[in-house]
């Protein structure tokens, strides 16, 4: 599929997910099905696989992104030629996330802090979601292996969320898409300077 034709239907669907999630935890709060499906997770939190999730966790975190982020221009030059894009996106996912979660209001499970939608969630669905345009230029067999990892680790950070008891599931599944809308918009802006730049 064209990149920029996929981009735009992550975009879309990212949108509609967001909104229906959006809309669906003002007016119901807790969704249907969120509070069984929680607990049955934090059956699965025995000390291990907690120290486990704790590490998976820094994968949405500022700790990793950021030199993450480094790498990106190390790995894919396209990414160097419009590095603004990038470092755009990675600027825009805190903001956005922080900002929703002042509009939305939504509580954490566990705490009175917001937690729609989860910020590690958002910022790994961003970052793992440009590794996964960016890869479109690598040999096959490279791709899908970096595309399969990047879908992973943007799953894993989300399960691990609810793990560490620190959101819902609903707020995870709207980071997930948050992040990868704007991923898809970076992608279609990246991909817009570019055929801008070979038309002249």
Not at 28 to 51: H, I, K, N, Q
Not at 85 to 99: H, I, Y
């Amino acid at each position: 599929m064209n990149p920029g034709r996929r981009a735009r239907g992550t975009l879309v669907a990212a949108l509609v997910c967001f909104g229906a999630l959006s809309l669906a935890v003002v007016v119901l709060g807790t969704l249907p099905g969120e509070a069984p499906t929680r607990d049955w997770l934090l059956t699965l939190a025995s000390p291990p696989v907690v120290m486990v999730f704790r590490a998976i966790n820094y994968a949405g975190s500022w700790r990793v992104l950021l030199p993450g982020t480094v790498l990106l221009f190390v790995a894919f030059p396209q990414a160097r030629r419009r590095w603004w894009v990038w470092v755009g996106l990675m600027l825009a996912a805190p903001a956005a996330e922080s900002l929703l979660k002042l509009v939305i209001g939504r509580p954490r499970p566990e705490e009175a802090s917001m937690g729609f939608p989860s910020g590690h969630a958002t910022a790994a669905a961003a970052f793992f979601g440009a590794v996964v345009y960016l890869a479109g230029t690598l040999p096959p067999l490279t791709r899908r292996l970096a595309t399969a990892g990047a879908i992973a680790t943007i799953v894993l950070v989300a399960l691990a969320r609810v793990i560490l008891r620190a959101h819902w599931p609903a707020d995870t599944l709207a980071g997930i898409a948050l992040g990868l809308g704007l991923a898809a918009s970076a992608a279609l802006l990246a991909g817009a300077q570019m055929s801008s730049q070979t038309s002249r």
